[in-house]
C-alpha cells in the first residue's frame, strides 16, 4: 500500500513529462519551447521528491532546492537574451 | 496512517502537475499555455511538498520544504512574466 500510490504517482509525472516534451519538439515559437522546459524542470523536481519518499531517504530533497535555483536562472537568462536580441 | 495521507497528498499534486501538462500540450495561445503551467505546477508543488513532509514529520525536512516552496511561489510569477515579456517584444518590433 505504501509504494503502489507512489509508483501511480511517477508514472503520471512520466506522462507529464511525455506531454511536455511533445510541446517542446513541435513549439510553433521558441517562447513555447522555454515554458515547456520552465515546466520540465517542476516535473523533474516533483519526480525526485516522489523517488525521495520511494527510496525514504531525506537527503534527496536538497537535489529540488538546487533544481528550483538553476530552472530560475535558465528561464530568465534565455527570456531576457530573447529580449535583448529582438 | 499518518504515511498514507501524506502518500495521497503527494498522488494529488502529482495529478496537478499532469494536468498542467496535458494544459501546455492543448492550449492554443502562449498566455493560456503560462497560465496552465505556472498556476498547476505552484499549486501542485505544495501539495507535494506537505505530502512529503507529512511523510518524514521531520524538522530540517519541513524547513527545507518551507524554503522550497518560499522560493518557488516568489520566482514561478518572475519567470511567467520575463517569458510574457520577451514574447512581446518579439512581436511587435518585428
Redesign the interface.
Known amino acids: 500500500?505504501?509504494g503502489l500510490?507512489?509508483n501511480?504517482?511517477?508514472f503520471?509525472?512520466l506522462?507529464?513529462?511525455i506531454?511536455?516534451f511533445?510541446?517542446l519538439l513541435k513549439g510553433p515559437?521558441v517562447?513555447?519551447r522555454?515554458?515547456?522546459l520552465?515546466?520540465i524542470a517542476?516535473?523533474l523536481?516533483?519526480f525526485i521528491?516522489?523517488y525521495?519518499?520511494l527510496v525514504n531517504k531525506?537527503i534527496y530533497?536538497?537535489i529540488?532546492?538546487v533544481i528550483?535555483?538553476i530552472s530560475?536562472i535558465g528561464?530568465?537568462a534565455i527570456?531576457?537574451y530573447?529580449?535583448q536580441k529582438? | 496512517m499518518i504515511?498514507?495521507i501524506?502518500?495521497?497528498f503527494?498522488?494529488l499534486?502529482?495529478?496537478f502537475?499532469?494536468i498542467?501538462?496535458?494544459g501546455?500540450?492543448r492550449f492554443t495561445d502562449?498566455h493560456s499555455?503560462?497560465h496552465a503551467?505556472t498556476k498547476a505546477?505552484s499549486f501542485?508543488?505544495l501539495l507535494?511538498?506537505i505530502?512529503?513532509s507529512l511523510?518524514?514529520l521531520?524538522i530540517?525536512?519541513i524547513v527545507?520544504?518551507v524554503?522550497?516552496l518560499l522560493?518557488?511561489y516568489l520566482?514561478a510569477p518572475?519567470?511567467a512574466h520575463?517569458?510574457s515579456?520577451?514574447?512581446k517584444?518579439?512581436t511587435s518590433?518585428e
Do not use: P, Q
Request: proline fraction near 0%; charge should be positive; charged fraction near 10%.
Open positions: 500500500m505504501n500510490l507512489i501511480i504517482a511517477l503520471t509525472l506522462f507529464a513529462f506531454l511536455a511533445i510541446r515559437t517562447n513555447d522555454i515554458v515547456a520552465d515546466l517542476s516535473v523536481m516533483a521528491l516522489c525521495s519518499v531525506a530533497i536538497d529540488a532546492i528550483s535555483l530560475f528561464t530568465i527570456s531576457t530573447l529580449k529582438r | 504515511g498514507i501524506g502518500n495521497i503527494i498522488l499534486g502529482c495529478l502537475v499532469f498542467a501538462a496535458l501546455i500540450l502562449l499555455r503560462l503551467t505546477t501542485g508543488l507535494i511538498l505530502g512529503v511523510h518524514y521531520a530540517m525536512v527545507k520544504s524554503l522550497i522560493f518557488i520566482t518572475l519567470a520575463s517569458i515579456h520577451s514574447s517584444k518579439n518590433e
